[in-house]
């Protein structure tokens, strides 16, 4: 048994456009998630280019964030957390992402919810940057293959890191910035599927964040800013010299953004690999300072599943991002109803990868089980298998902090409230411990309710992470 510092960040995720909803109220303008229609398991969402007549769009409804927020912060006080991350909207902000001036509504509206999350003792996590870019940016752009997107981002940053500086301190600048390879509507703003699209934009979005950490630190000394990645480490599948160089080349596919946001410079394998592609970035000097300069100061990272590589590509797993691509079913594993493996060890290894490469704080701000809740005769969601699945996640978290000494600021569960999936746009993909009353077609009454997790989360948080039963 273990027992987290009392300033150990518990708490829950979310982001603006899985949650608010409001898509087009208090000026918001149209983001590249709203025009995705719902999908599932199988089929993907589809990218319509425009709203179309008769097609489903949950990023349009969320669950009503937007209006509810102040009846979610008081669950959220309940349950006890100390932090509650979430994401501006960039197109609230600037709803083409080209005019000059914000739109003062939408600054308002993030005014207010940082205000109430105070009042409630809890301090936001705020990240600039959840996917959801504008619409009209995105396709005027082409997406961020384009350089330029870089300095409408830079403007958007410098608005609202002078804006909430009073009361946002800590920042996460991209959210998964190297899911590039792998949605790349959602992490690119662009559909060109040709590596050098990719690693321009993947260039560009890492300059985006080295100069949103510098705007930042430049308006405001105190914030802390971090970066963040999807988990990045991979088992060699057997001992076989091949599966584990293998595992060297995928862990190096997704880890080097995360080397640039650390260390200021691009990796020298990086590098080798871009010229043996025959790819040349547009990078400048200016640029590679602003790299240099734009050192985050901690690394969060959200974690699902683990990774196997090996050169025998059959048997790949589903997955949250990475393991669509590069995952081999792993035989010692069971997966959820949405075939993402569980491993909980796995966190515990990756964590002491992390610190291990970087000895930068890290910080777990999204970790969770996608299912499907049932209500009871009696009105109660009794979601055991979820309790179980963040039992063992956060008992290899307190293992990692309290005998293997990774520096670790805090531990958010994803989707601490049912949001819309990311991947799949359904709403009965539930991470939370909150439920809400709505179905994939977005029907309901949208009522919260607590599931049987909230109470065991609660436990967790009153007693430090000490008390793990249910
Ligand atoms: C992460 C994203 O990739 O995984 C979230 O940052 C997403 O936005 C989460 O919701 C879980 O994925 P999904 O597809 O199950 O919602």
Redesign the pocket.
């Known amino acids: 048994m273990h027992k987290l510092s009392k300033d150990f960040l518990w708490g829950g995720a979310v ?1 603006a456009t ?1 949650s608010e909803g409001a898509y087009l109220e208090g000026g918001k303008g149209l983001s590249i998630f709203d025009i995705m229609t719902k999908g599932e398991r199988n089929t993907p969402r589809r990218n319509t280019g425009t709203v179309q007549e008769g097609e489903i769009y949950p990023n349009h409804y969320g669950i009503d964030f937007y209006h509810r927020y102040p009846e979610d912060v008081k669950l959220l006080k309940e349950l006890g957390i100390r932090a509650f991350r979430t994401s501006i909207s960039w197109a609230r902000i600037f709803p083409t992402g080209f005019e000059e001036q914000p739109n003062e509504e939408g600054l308002r509206f993030y005014d207010q919810l940082f205000d109430t999350l105070l009042e409630n003792g809890i301090e936001p996590v705020v990240t600039m940057l ?2 959801d870019v504008p619409l009209e940016l995105a396709q005027k752009l082409g997406g961020w293959k384009n350089k330029e997107m870089v300095r409408y981002f830079a403007r958007y940053v410098e608005v609202i890191v002078s804006h909430y500086k009073a009361k946002v301190k800590k920042w996460i600048t991209i ?2 910035i190297n ?1 590039v390879n792998y949605v790349l509507w959602f992490s690119c703003a662009m559909l060109d599927d040709d590596e050098k699209s990719k690693a321009l934009a993947a260039s560009h979005l890492l300059l985006a964040s080295a100069t949103a950490v510098k705007i930042g630190h430049g308006i405001d000394p105190d914030a802390l800013i971090g970066g963040m990645v ?1 988990d990045c480490y991979s088992y060699p599948y057997t001992c076989n010299p091949d599966d584990v160089l293998q595992s060297v080349e995928d862990v190096r596919t997704n880890i080097y953004f995360a080397d640039v946001m650390c260390r200021g410079y691009y990796p020298s394998y990086q590098k080798m690999k871009l010229k043996r592609a025959g790819i040349c970035l547009d990078l400048t000097e200016d640029d590679e300072k602003i790299l240099r300069e734009g050192t985050i100061d901690f690394l969060g990272f ?1 974690y ?1 599943s683990s990774h196997v590589s090996s050169v025998v590509k059959d048997e790949l797993v589903e997955g ?2 990475l393991q669509n691509i590069v995952g081999k079913k792993n035989p010692y594993l069971e997966a959820s109803q ?1 075939g993402w493996q569980i491993d909980p060890k796995g966190l515990r290894y990756s964590l002491n990868e992390f610190y291990d490469r970087y000895q930068k704080p890290l910080f777990i701000v ?1 970790n969770g089980l ?1 299912a499907k809740d049932e209500i009871d005769e009696n009105g109660k969601i009794n979601d055991l298998y979820r309790i179980e699945y963040l039992r063992e996640h956060i008992r290899a978290v307190e293992d990692a902090v309290c005998i293997d000494g990774v520096e670790l600021m805090g531990y958010l569960v ?2 601490i409230i049912d ?1 819309i ?4 746009g359904e709403m009965s ?1 539930r ?1 939370g411990l909150i439920y809400v009353d709505q179905d994939d077609e977005g029907n309901g009454m949208l009522e919260r309710r607590k599931k049987a997790s909230f109470d065991w989360y609660k436990k967790v948080i009153a007693s430090d992470g000490e008390d793990l039963e249910d």
């Open positions: 982001s899985q959840h996917s959210n998964e899911a999807t959200s699902y949250n991002l949405w999204e996608g994803w989707g949001v999936s990311g991947t799949t993909k991470y």
